[in-house]
């Protein structure tokens, strides 16, 4: 079984920013890079887990969340950073039916699971909300760091909150 690096887009992977799907707008966070390049040296699959609500809301469609997609991976791979898989939660619980994949529901990472035999209990997740601590943890993934650039958030379940990527691999004593 492999290990894993899950990782929310919005926020920790890119500048957050109102239903983001246009490639001109995307910037890359400080930091993500080396934090992947850093997982990938020790041997972990990078997963993309991130809801895409919206696609639901019609403000963007899947093809432009595909182009958009598309795009970040050849990002990374010019960083010689293999993302595995993006997985993509397109509902809205107010316009669709309740899904098994919108965060914090733990669907999309246990498509991954399922389709890259992981082993979960030794991976780790980083978001930037606590619906995303809150799907790892209900995946079984033990290790989940919440990305607060700003320190305003003060209570979370996560197993640390970080104000820079870099600090994740410093505080991991298993890397």
Known sequence: MKKALFLDRDGVVNVEKEYLYKIEDFEFIDGIFDLCQHYQKLGYLIFIVTNQSGIA??????????????????????????????YHCPHHPNID?????????????LAAKKEFDL???????IGDKERDIDAAINAGIN???????TKKITDSKATKTVNKLDEIWKYNVNT
Request: aromatic share 12%; hydrophobic share 35%; with cysteine.
């Open 119 to 125: 082993d979960l209990a030794n991976s780790l997740m």
């Open 143 to 149: 290790e989940t760091y919440l990305f607060d650039e």
């Open 57 to 86: 809301r019609k403000y963007y469609t899947e093809e432009d969340f595909k182009l958009l997609t598309e795009w970040m991976i050849q990002a990374f791979k010019k960083k010689n950073i293999k993302i595995t898989n993006v």
């Open 97 to 109: 039916e309740k899904c098994a994949c919108r965060k914090p529901e733990p669907g999309m990472i």
